[in-house]
């Protein structure tokens, strides 16, 4: 029998539950009704451009979500940076109208991995971004390598933090780029500014205080700024802190940050031959510097002379 190419070609159909409980099927109206209910809201009460803007820069003006708003960690020899997920739930706040979320679609343990999408989705111009990925239920190190997660909450913290990333960059796709780079500049101006009228002497030794605490040195903290800290400027200043949210969210660590000081094979040998020359002539008997003289006749080694 010849069928319309239509049919012919045509995906089978997913087949449907052979039973939709009663929660399942309120589940899903309330669902359908809340998103008609969210378009049409969007639709009566469009965004003000100028109010949200206006609310962008009140945002990020305050200290305590502009620290909040950049990330930073080594990868190799590099550093990585960017804005967080924090940052971009404000931008989506302020922008308004817009709706997003992450959802495990699939769990394998078994597999040993999670299927889940992030979406972003803007209520007025219909505009929606998603993306569907596979995170496996492993966490990777540099020391130890990959290693398999099987503590539920090791494994929702390992999807929370996988979603999270998605999560941002759906967020962005929605949003208009110049939005995006407004609020950037006037968080990193934040960070710089500081918190308070502090001067900047205070915050530099408020600053050297704080990472004492986590056990980094001021060496090590002006190793990373490469300049002594008396010269750290108001820049210096606001990357520490960046430094510091990424070391409390767990983003980095502070041995990844602030790396110890490896002592050469060379300086362990130079090291070695000066203790054993110290050790093999007494320090009563150290040898006059180079143009000195020669050892009085009482005080040469070996002389036998008694003084």
Not at 59 to 71: E, N
Not at 89 to 102: Q, S
Not at 116 to 127: G, K, P, R, V
Not at 223 to 245: A, F, M, P, Y
Request: charged share 25%; glycine share 6%; hydrophobic share 35%.
């Amino acid at each position: 029998m010849n069928y319309p190419a239509e049919q012919q070609f045509a995906a089978p159909a997913a087949p449907a539950p052979a039973f939709i409980g009663q929660g399942t099927a309120v589940e899903q109206s309330r669902a359908v009704a809340e998103v008609q209910a969210a378009v049409i809201v969007a639709r009566q009460f469009p965004r003000n451009e100028a109010q949200a803007i206006a609310k962008m820069r009140t945002g990020f003006s305050q200290h305590s979500l502009a620290v909040r708003s950049f990330f930073r960690f080594r990868r190799g020899s590099s550093n990585v940076s960017g804005e967080t997920i924090q940052f971009a739930k404000e931008l989506a706040r302020c922008w308004t109208n817009i709706h997003y979320g992450v959802h495990e679609l699939r769990r394998d343990d078994a597999a040993g991995e999670s299927e889940m999408q992030a979406w972003a989705w803007d209520l007025e111009t219909n505009e929606r971004a998603s993306t569907t990925f596979i995170v496996p239920h492993t966490r990777w190190t540099s020391d130890n390598g990959g290693r398999r997660l099987e503590d539920p909450r090791d494994v929702y913290e390992n999807n929370s933090n996988n979603g999270a990333r998605r999560l941002r960059e759906m967020i962005f796709s929605v949003l208009p780029d110049w939005f995006r780079e407004q609020a950037k500049e006037i968080a990193t101006t934040t960070v710089e500014k500081g918190q308070g009228n502090k001067p900047l002497a205070q915050r530099i030794a408020d600053c050297i205080a704080h990472f004492e605490g986590l056990g980094v040195t001021v060496e090590q903290l002006e190793e990373n700024r490469n300049r002594d800290s008396s010269k750290w400027t108001n820049l210096d200043l606001g990357q520490l802190q960046i430094i510091s949210e990424s070391i409390r969210r767990g983003e980095v660590t502070v041995d990844e940050e602030f790396p110890q000081t490896r002592v050469t094979a060379a300086e362990i040998f130079q090291q070695h031959t000066e203790s054993s020359r110290q050790a093999t002539v007494p320090a009563d008997q150290e040898p006059p510097a180079e143009g000195a003289g020669a050892w009085p006749a009482a005080r040469q080694p070996g002389s036998g002379a008694v003084s």
